[in-house]
C-alpha cells in the first residue's frame, strides 16, 4: 500500500488572503490550508519573542528555530514554566547556543490573569507565538463537556487573552497553531 499525505493549498497572505478564506469558507478544501506571509530571512526576528506552550513539542521547536534565526530573547511560557524532559533539556541547549537569551515563565495560556502577567514581563514584543495546547483525543460523540472545554482554553479563550493583552503593543509577528498536526 502506498500512503500519501493530505492535499495542500498554499496562498500568499498579502495577495490571496481572500480566496484563502473563501476556499475555508466554502468548504471546498481537503487537507491543510496554509497562509504564507513573507519569508523568514525577510522579517527581522531580532527582539524579544514569547512562545505559549513553549517547554515542549511544537512550542519548543518554535522557540529553538527562533533563537537559531536571531532572536535577542525568547521566552518560553508553559504552565509549568519549566523544560521537563531531558531530551528537550540538550535540544535546547544546542539551539541556544546563538546568542540568543532564553527565560521560562509560567503561564496558563487559558486564564487570562497569566496571559497579562506574560505580557507585561515581556513587553515590547517582536514576536507572539501561541503554540498552547492541551492534548485529549477521541472521536466527538466520545468527547465530554468537561474534555472539550480543557481543549478548548488554551487554544481559543489562550489566543483571546494574548489578543487582549497585546492590543495597544506593537508585535511584528504573530502566529496561532492549530495543532502539531501540521508539523507531522
Known amino acids: 500500500a502506498v500512503v500519501t499525505s493530505l492535499p495542500l493549498q498554499s496562498f ?5 488572503h481572500e480566496l484563502a478564506f473563501r476556499t475555508l469558507q466554502g468548504g471546498s478544501n481537503t487537507g491543510k490550508v496554509v497562509v504564507r506571509t513573507v519569508a523568514a530571512d525577510q522579517v527581522g526576528l531580532g ?3 514569547a512562545v505559549t506552550g513553549g517547554t515542549s513539542g511544537l ?11 536571531g ?5 518560553l511560557a508553559s504552565r509549568s514554566g519549566v523544560l521537563k524532559a ?11 547556543a546563538s546568542s540568543a537569551e532564553a527565560s521560562f515563565e509560567r503561564c496558563d495560556a487559558g486564564e487570562a490573569t497569566h496571559v497579562g502577567r506574560l ?3 515581556a513587553l515590547p514584543l517582536a514576536g507572539l507565538w501561541h503554540a498552547a495546547g492541551t492534548l485529549d483525543d477521541g472521536t466527538l460523540p466520545t468527547q465530554s ?4 472545554a480543557c481543549v478548548y482554553a488554551p487554544k481559543a479563550h489562550g489566543g483571546w487573552a494574548l489578543h487582549a493583552a497585546l492590543a495597544t ?3 511584528d509577528a504573530v502566529a496561532l497553531f492549530s495543532s502539531v498536526a501540521a508539523l507531522l
Open 71 to 75: 532572536a535577542w530573547r525568547v521566552v
Open 12 to 16: 500568499e497572505m498579502a495577495a490571496q
Open 169 to 171: 503593543s506593537r508585535v
Open 145 to 148: 463537556a468537561v474534555s472539550l
Open 47 to 49: 527582539g524579544t519573542h
Open 59 to 69: 512550542g519548543l521547536l518554535t522557540g529553538r528555530w527562533l533563537a537559531q534565526r
Open 86 to 96: 531531558s531530551d528537550t533539556r540538550s535540544a535546547w541547549a544546542a539551539a541556544t
Open 119 to 121: 505580557a507585561a514581563f
